[in-house]
């Protein structure tokens, strides 16, 4: 009983600790939030507090490593302008409140990071969510994001999308010339998941660590990319960038 | 002694009856005509003769013809006499004004005026731009131009309203005209329509001449050619002459200043009696409305001294905002910054965002990477002053060795430069800013410990906050209704002279509301704190979406607007109505203070350093008052306004010019070479006024009447007319009779 207690006590000041900081998160430090799936799972977890631990140590970005939940009806969901949807089967379907206020939150500068943990094109979490970008965005559909696109070169200069498969590439929808919504559909996440006593969790096919190194540096640029927008496409960048290509 | 003459006149007759008659008269002769057919040519011609003789005055009577008889006196013909009274002639080229001589003219041939006074109708004008008649007492040396054609032009049309034909001309001037006359060189001829116009005047110009060459030395700087307005930072050129009248060939410096400072020099060579245009060119660094003047140094023995220099004004203003945004770590006050920055089409702005840190490793090689060096030597040495705002967005100078280049970029703020500050926990106090020459241009003092705070805040505004242009949101209550804050920078206190903007609900600094966004007046730069990094909320987070949009726009475009002196942004506006005004004319400025209604500004006015007006203006209820100034001196004035704003005084400026006699000033060079040729062209007479005398002036003698008195009698009332055509119907009956017709 005593026991209870106390656990009941660390609980609810965790669950204050963690209110607090969703409240009042830090506005230098990046805060990831995760849209629902349907089976309510979050097979991304162990991906992006690797992202973070590598983002950290290699860029001058701070960011949380753990993710939180959002509702995508909520309208505080402007709080996290940085979102994640990565889920093992299909996504949660979104009602028509849901869909208007991501819609917005989209439109008006939000950046919603989508990743296939399946690597599986047609796939279950594949069609619900191009079901549901098809329902936010009518009219408009995922498009290859082409290979000279800032994206590829806001921190890392990348030749090639990749991820855990690597015949993966790279997909967007832009909203004003921005691109809102990143659709890595080769488990980008999963290339970079460590276990807790710190193993790789997934191989990377074809190419073994070197595929995966290259994983860590998509999945860097394109949360520069959220951060930076086309910072690397101004002047003063494109006659360095242009050199380093063709070495 | 009076003279009778008559007229004949047609009276009341209208153009039907003329042909009405006209015709019957012409059947009476054709019928006559036919019956003499078969007569003795002779005879037929005698009668014919007598017929129409009758049929003529029996018309003529029938017409309505009638003789006016008048009574003309003798009139005397017209004299003009016309006086140079424009600017020039006030300079004094022969040990009096020009125009003194002209007047030592008068009175050494009052005889000869009073004779042609008795003689003629003597009228006297003054002329400069026009003709105005005048007393001779009162003539002036103050017109803004000479125009001798304009003048003669004016004579002409006045001649056909008068009466008494114009017979001489009399033109008392120094030749130096302003107008169409302007461009005839000495060995040139006269434009075709001047000598058109000199036929039409119908008589001899008479010129005298006042002012000699030979006594004349003088340099002037003339022609400004310069454009209204121009663009800070980028290269400006002025043109203007400098022109050389009884000096040898010299070569001097010409030099452009402005208030006090130069510009821009070089040397110009004028060749002897002659003009050199040359151009000037500088780079304004500030923007404004400013008064230039070229000014070359006055040489021995120069007659006018006035004209060695030349005022103009030209508004400085902005091609675009060119602004270096330096971030010391990605994060969404940076993205979304970025996004308004880079959406208007009005900012060029160069972002430098430290992507990696001195103790960050990305594990690859530099050719991996898209990160290029970060030039401070460059950015904050040599280019510096090339942007009109620098932004230090969560940026802490340390680790890149920037702190060097701190006290130039204070020195770039007070010299005119804007500086923009932007909360974070790399910024302000945790930026380690404290103690630096940075600190020193900054609103707020920082604390050496660092200042971050990591707490929700609401901000609140202040009074100073709520009439400030920079958070006129359009807006009234949506700072209510703003997200909060998540962290800002606790400052340690308010420099005197800032002004806070948004403060802290209840925290305070140095005994004030601890600042959120405060400004401050650093010599002639300006500086902004902002000292919080969750702005961006503000964009993103505010109900409403896209009214968050234009919302944090706003602000990011007004305080940008603030920082580089908008003109149209202060919260005092000072605008003079004109840029130049003319000798003579009204000063109107106009007053706009925000959020002052029915207060009460001080305003000033100071032309060479000294202060020439002061007075109270009373503001209307929406902040704004015009202020009629009487004319003033010529020259360069700078007119200051100041209203109270709670504690501090805000203050505006502008600049304007009165010209003074503007190319009179610069052409004052005597011409008598034109006025000898007007007068060869009419036939009068030339002389300097030191020699020449109106006895010798060359005059068109004309008789001239007017009508006294007349009186008119028609042919029908006459009785000797009605007696002629009696008798000669009498003896065309005789002769018929005579010759056996019927």
């Known amino acids: 009983m005593r026991f209870t207690a106390i656990y009941c006590l660390v609980l609810v000041s965790l669950l204050a600790w963690g209110t607090a900081v969703a409240d009042g998160i830090p506005d230098e430090r990046l805060v990831i939030g995760r849209l629902p799936c349907a089976g309510g799972e979050n097979p991304s977890a162990h991906g992006i507090r690797q992202l973070v631990w590598e983002l950290t140590k290699r860029t001058s970005v701070e960011a949380e490593p753990e993710t939180v939940a959002v509702d995508p009806a909520d309208p505080d969901l402007s709080r996290t302008p940085f979102l994640l949807w990565s889920c093992e089967g299909a996504v949660a379907e979104l009602d028509q409140q849901a869909l208007s206020n991501l819609r917005r939150f989209l439109v008006m500068g939000g950046f919603l990071w989508v990743d296939d943990p399946s690597a599986a094109p047609g796939g279950a979490f594949d069609r619900s969510i191009r079901f549901t970008v098809a329902r936010l965005f009518p009219g408009k559909n995922l498009e290859q994001v082409p290979a000279g696109h800032v994206i590829f070169k806001t921190f890392f200069l990348i030749s090639r999308p990749t991820g855990r498969v690597a015949t993966a590439g790279l997909e967007g929808l832009s909203v004003d010339q921005r691109l809102a919504i990143v659709y890595s559909h080769g488990d980008l996440l999963g290339a970079l998941a460590k276990d807790l006593y710190g193993n790789w969790e997934k191989v990377c096919e074809p190419g073994g660590e070197v595929q995966r190194e290259e994983s860590y540096r998509m999945a860097i ?12 496409n101004d002047r003063v960048h494109l006659q360095f960038i242009l050199k380093r290509r063709r070495l | 002694m009076a003279v009778h003459d008559w007229v004949l006149v047609l009276e009341w007759s209208s153009t039907w009856r003329i042909v009405l008659l006209v015709a019957t008269a012409a059947c009476v002769f054709f019928l006559t005509w036919q019956g003499l057919r078969n007569s003795s040519p002779g005879r037929r011609g005698m009668l014919l003769f007598l017929r129409g003789l009758n049929l003529a005055l029996i ?25 140079d009274s424009s600017a020039s002639m006030s300079v004094d080229d022969g040990g009096s004004s020009r125009r003194q001589r002209l007047l030592d003219f008068l009175t050494n041939n009052a005889s000869e005026v009073d004779r042609l006074s008795k003689d003629y109708s003597l009228q006297m004008y003054s002329f400069a731009d026009k003709l105005i008649p005048i007393d001779p007492g009162r003539l002036e040396a103050d017109g803004d131009s000479t125009d001798i054609v304009a003048a003669l032009s004016s004579l002409a049309a006045d001649a056909s309203r008068q009466a008494g034909q114009l017979a001489s001309v009399i033109l008392v001037s120094d030749g130096a005209d302003t107008g169409q006359l302007k461009g005839v060189v000495a060995e040139g001829k006269l434009p075709q329509v001047v000598n058109k116009l000199l036929s039409e005047l119908g008589c001899p110009v008479n010129t005298f001449a006042v002012g000699r060459r030979e006594r004349f030395a003088d340099l002037a700087v003339g022609d400004v050619v310069s454009d209204d307005f121009a663009f800070v930072r980028n290269a400006v050129e002025v043109e203007a002459t400098l022109r050389s009248e009884g000096l040898d060939e010299v070569s001097l410096p010409v030099t452009l200043e402005q208030a006090g400072r130069s510009l821009a020099t070089k040397v110009v060579s004028v060749p002897r009696n002659g003009s050199r245009k040359f151009k000037l060119r500088f780079v304004p660094d500030d923007v404004g409305k400013f008064v230039y003047r070229i000014t070359t140094p006055p040489l021995e023995g120069e007659t006018i001294i006035s004209n060695n220099d030349a005022t103009f004004v030209m508004r400085i203003i902005r091609d675009k905002i060119r602004v270096l945004h330096v971030v010391g770590r990605p994060g969404w006050d940076q993205r979304f910054l970025r996004e308004v920055l880079k959406r208007n089409p009005n900012i060029d702005l160069v972002s430098f965002y430290i992507l990696r840190s001195v103790v960050d490793a990305p594990g690859v090689s530099e050719q991996e990477l898209s990160l290029i060096p970060f030039p401070i030597h460059k950015l904050f040495g040599s280019e510096l002053n090339t942007f009109d705002v620098l932004i230090f967005q969560n940026f802490n100078h340390g680790p890149y060795s920037v702190g060097f280049y701190l006290p130039q970029i204070a020195d770039y703020v007070r010299g005119g430069g804007a500086f ?17 020459a940075l600190e020193q241009v900054l609103p707020v003092g920082l604390s050496p410990a660092g200042d971050w705070q990591v707490e929700q805040v609401r901000p609140v505004l202040t009074s100073v906050g709520a009439g400030h242009p920079v958070l006129d949101l359009g807006d009234p209550g949506v700072w209510e209704r703003l997200p909060p804050l998540g962290a800002y920078n606790k400052a340690r206190s308010v420099v005197p002279g800032a002004e806070v903007l948004l ?15 405060a400004l401050r007046e650093v010599g002639r730069g300006r500086s902004a704190a902002l000292l919080t990094d969750g702005s961006w909320r503000w964009r993103f987070q505010l109900a409403g979406g896209d009214k968050g949009v234009r919302i944090y726009q706003r602000f990011v475009n007004n305080l940008l607007r603030w920082l580089i002196r908008d003109p149209d942004f202060d ?14 004319e009204k000063v109107i400025l106009l007053l706009k203070a925000h959020g002052a209604h029915g207060a009460k ?11 020439v007006e002061r007075r109270i203006v009373q503001l209307n209820d929406n902040g704004a008052a015009r202020v009629e100034l009487p004319p003033l001196e010529a020259g360069a004035y700078v007119a200051e306004a100041s209203v109270e704003y709670g504690s501090s005084a805000i203050k505006a400026g502008d600049a304007f010019v009165v010209e003074d006699t503007g190319i009179e000033h610069t052409r004052p060079f005597p011409r008598p070479d034109l006025l000898r040729k007007l007068s060869g062209a009419t036939g009068g007479s030339f002389a300097a006024v030191e020699e020449g005398s109106l006895d010798d002036i060359k005059i068109n003698e004309h008789k ?21 055509v009696v008798v000669l119907l009498g003896i065309e009956w005789w002769m018929r009779r005579r010759w056996g017709f019927s």
């Open chain 2, 704 to 724: 001239h009447y007017r009508v006294e008195s007349s009186t008119t009698q028609p042919l029908l009332a006459i009785w000797w007319v009605l007696l002629t």
């Open chain 2, 601 to 611: 500004a001080g305003l000033s006015m100071q032309t060479g350093g000294r202060v």
């Open chain 2, 420 to 436: 923009w500050m932007i909360g974070g926990d790399l910024s302000f106090g945790s930026g380690g800013y404290s103690g630096t």
């Open chain 2, 503 to 517: 403060a802290h609900p209840f925290e305070r600094s140095g005994g004030e509301r601890a600042p959120i966004l």
């Open chain 1, 221 to 232: 640029d394109i949360v520069f990319y959220a951060l930076c927008l086309d910072y690397k």
């Open chain 2, 571 to 584: 919260p005092l506006i000072l605008r003079s109505s004109k840029a130049r005004y003319a000798p003579g």
């Open chain 2, 59 to 83: 018309a003529a009577m029938l017409l309505g013809l009638a003789i006016n008889y008048r009574r003309l006196k003798p009139q005397k013909s017209r004299i003009a006499l016309l006086l």
